[in-house]
């Protein structure tokens, strides 16, 4: 299937989900301190989207082929966790890293992004390389223009991220997103300037670096979904979701709390 096109009306529906989507994890700020479970966590976001959003979290009960169905209503990974962590009853402690990621559909519109908590005081370590993986995924967002391909978002990624010395996850990548939660293109966070697909007016996708302070490999967990560094150095992953406009690109997910991008980014 062709990558779709939004139009003006799809697009706003984006911009309300993607702006609910970053609400959730306004919200959630707070109440990531040590001791609190990813699964106080998960309640908090469940109730918030569907009792005073009137939203739905996308990734309960989402079952792409060959998944089990995923049993929360966010994702939350810790540390070495690289993505789909699943929240559960153990405690954050003083110095852990979390990503939380939140989908939710809003009027049938998704809207997908994540950002990075520090639990207490961090090591400087983790602190780089949460400041790098954000900065990493905003020189992927300014790439975006019409007459712009795929893989200059994916080499400008990769160059930087290592460029200091880190390692880019190469299985997981943006996708499109509207009416389905995982569309086409794939968007892929390395590659070569001027390759894969050209960008036109009306695309809309993620990009969502997930860069790791070791090596790149990965594997998977036994519970069919938590991704992990294989040498178990921490890793970090930020997302938008962004359409392409004609004079560049509209970051659909933020909201009040949203970090400011980093000065690099001219005001667009
Ligand atoms: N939100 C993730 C993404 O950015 C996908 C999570 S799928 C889930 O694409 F089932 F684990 F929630
Ligand atoms: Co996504
Ligand atoms: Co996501």
Known sequence: MAISIKSPSDVEGMRVAGRLASEVLDMLMPHVVPGVTTDHLDKLAHHHIVNVQGAVPAPLNYAPPGYTPYPKSICTSINHQVCHGIPNDRPLKNGDIVNIDVTVIKD??????????????????????????YEAMWKG???????AHLGDIGNAIQTFAETNGFSIVREFCGHGIGARFHEEPQVLHYGRPGGLEELKTGMMFTIEPMINAGKREIRETGDGWTIVTRDRSLS??????????????????LSAGSPPPPAFVSGA
């Open 236 to 253: 970090a992953q930020w997302e938008h979701t962004v359409l392409v406009t004609d004079s560049g690109y509209e970051v659909m997910t």
């Open 141 to 147: 967002i300014v790439k975006v223009r019409p007459g």
């Open 108 to 133: 049938g519109w998704h809207g997908d992004t994540s950002r990075m908590f520090i639990v207490g005081t961090g090591s400087i370590a983790a602190r780089r390389l949460i400041q790098i993986t």
